[in-house]
């Protein structure tokens, strides 16, 4: 006869199934957190880096026109990850019979790209400055 506060083998290896199930989907959930907070730093960081390029475009007033410049990051600076940007110059808005010295408004678009394992990853932002036109070339 079995005293009344005893578990039966049954009981127990049910209640460890049970705790298996709940552990695994724990541990799934955690993997799952883990790799979005990895991918997420990542973003933030490219997010960074992409700021003050874009701060030091817009300062720069001597960028060529509708000319593709290009350049990279220090993997010191990145986190080890190889970072490259890219960036273009395009008049978007100038008045009618203008001529050098007349205010015009100007594009710059900034591309991001970096590789998370075997996979590029890419994003793009844009801003606005006030320049003043060049002289047309000769």
């Known amino acids: 006869m079995r ?19 709940a552990v695994t989907g724990l541990l799934s959930a955690l993997s799952t957190s883990m790799r979005n907070a990895s991918r997420l730093t990542d973003y933030d960081r490219a997010m960074l880096m992409a ?21 990279t990051w220090d993997a010191g600076v990145t986190g080890g990850e190889a970072m490259e940007w890219r960036a273009v110059v395009t008049t978007y808005e100038k ?15 900034l591309q991001i790209g970096w590789n998370r394992g075997d996979q590029p990853k890419t994003f793009t ?3 606005f400055r006030q320049n003043f036109q060049r002289e047309a070339a000769p």
């Open 51 to 71: 700021r003050q390029k874009m701060d030091e475009l817009l300062l720069d007033k001597k960028l060529p026109d509708n000319q593709p410049i290009r350049g």
């Open 3 to 21: 005293p009344k506060n005893a578990f039966t083998l049954l009981e127990v290896m049910v209640a460890t199934l049970i705790m298996a199930i």
């Open 125 to 127: 932002m844009e801003g």
């Open 95 to 109: 008045p009618e019979h203008s001529g050098p010295g007349t205010p015009v408004l100007e594009r710059v678009e």
